[in-house]
């Protein structure tokens, strides 16, 4: 069983859903408190093992670029003030050498076009995929709870959580042939389907391990919902020819590319930092916000 060390994250979408504010910066880097999505993203990947990140990245993303990167204005304006702890937090987001690519998907052609722009880089072997939109607040990084699993059954894992009937037109659902515990035996997916023809309430959320193969159905460029290339569809043909599971994982999930999910993350991370936690209950109790 080949090991998994690269991670391949799409960051080339437009963020329509926050215009203006996406307007002249990437979604991926806005901030849940004071760090940006995508760090968040890199951070859970290197926490669970990965060594190598792909960006497959679009036009007007080079704020990603530049925030694994050095600044050295900013670094030499903080070292003469003194903000030693500050520079040893940018210090901690910088790569090792070598470690991160970015690669232009050109078109806008779906997540399943993103996930193939990267693979000269990926190359024969599995790979994981993360979308930052996806933020999961867990005690074990949710990656490294799948990887858990992928070394004990190897193939393909997919992270699932259970979601309202009437909301699975939004995601990517599974078919489940058997279950045990955490662990979903998957033989069908359906990219978002109606809540009446929905096989279940189990969706895919953002983050995946793959097998290679799956370059080759997504060399196909076959359409499917939105009129785009789908994962999901390309995932589907994949099932039977080697393990493909689910994982019910452990954490709690924020759909940050929903202006209610963003808001959520921010208001449940920042209670988390004592600094801030009295503040906000003591605007939440002023202004009677809790019904």
């Known amino acids: 069983m080949k090991p998994v060390k690269k991670a391949v994250f ?19 880097m806005l901030p849940i408190v004071d760090k940006p ?10 926490a669970a093992g990965i060594n190598e990140i792909i960006f497959v990245t679009g036009r007007g993303k080079s704020a990603i670029e530049d925030h694994f990167d050095h600044s050295y204005e900013l670094e030499d304006m903080l070292a003469k ?5 500050i520079l040893e937090q940018l210090a901690q987001i910088l790569p090792d050498e070598g470690s991160i690519s970015y690669i232009r998907q050109q078109e806008p052609l ?10 000269h880089i990926v190359g024969d072997e599995p790979f994981a995929v993360l979308l930052a939109d996806d933020l999961v607040r867990a005690d ?3 990656l490294k709870q ?5 070394y004990e059954r190897g193939g393909n894992v997919v992270a699932v959580e259970e979601v309202p009937h009437e909301k699975t037109s939004s995601y990517g659902i599974l078919d489940v042939a058997s279950r045990e515990d955490k662990i979903i035996e998957i033989k069908g997916m359906v990219e978002k389907p109606k809540p009446e023809d929905a096989p279940s309430n189990l969706s895919i959320i953002g983050r995946y391990i793959l097998q290679p193969e799956i ?42 590319g929903d202006k209610t999910g963003f808001i959520l993350a921010n208001l449940a991370f920042a209670m988390e930092r004592p600094e801030m936690c009295e503040g906000i209950k003591n605007y939440i109790h002023k202004n009677k916000l809790l019904i």
């Not at 329509?16 to 307007?23: I, M, Q």
């Not at 995508?38 to 990947?45: F, G, K, P």
């Not at 003030?81 to 702890?85: A, I, T």
């Not at 997540?111 to 193939?116: E, K, Q």
Request: contains cysteine; aromatic residues 10%; proline residues 5%.
């Open 10 to 28: 799409p960051v080339g979408g437009m963020g329509t859903r926050f215009l203006p504010a996406t307007k002249s910066m990437p979604k991926e």
């Open 37 to 46: 999505l995508i760090q968040y993203a890199v951070e859970e990947a290197r």
């Open 81 to 85: 003030k003194n903000k030693n702890d």
């Open 110 to 119: 779906g997540l399943g076009h993103a996930i193939y722009c990267a693979r």
């Open 140 to 142: 074990r990084p949710c």
């Open 146 to 150: 799948m990887l858990d699993l992928y």
């Open 215 to 256: 370059f080759d159905h997504l060399a196909k460029k076959q359409l499917g919902a939105g009129n785009e290339i789908q994962l999901t569809d390309a995932m589907a043909k994949m099932l039977g020819d080697s393990p493909f599971h689910g994982y019910l994982f452990e954490g709690e999930r924020f759909d940050c």
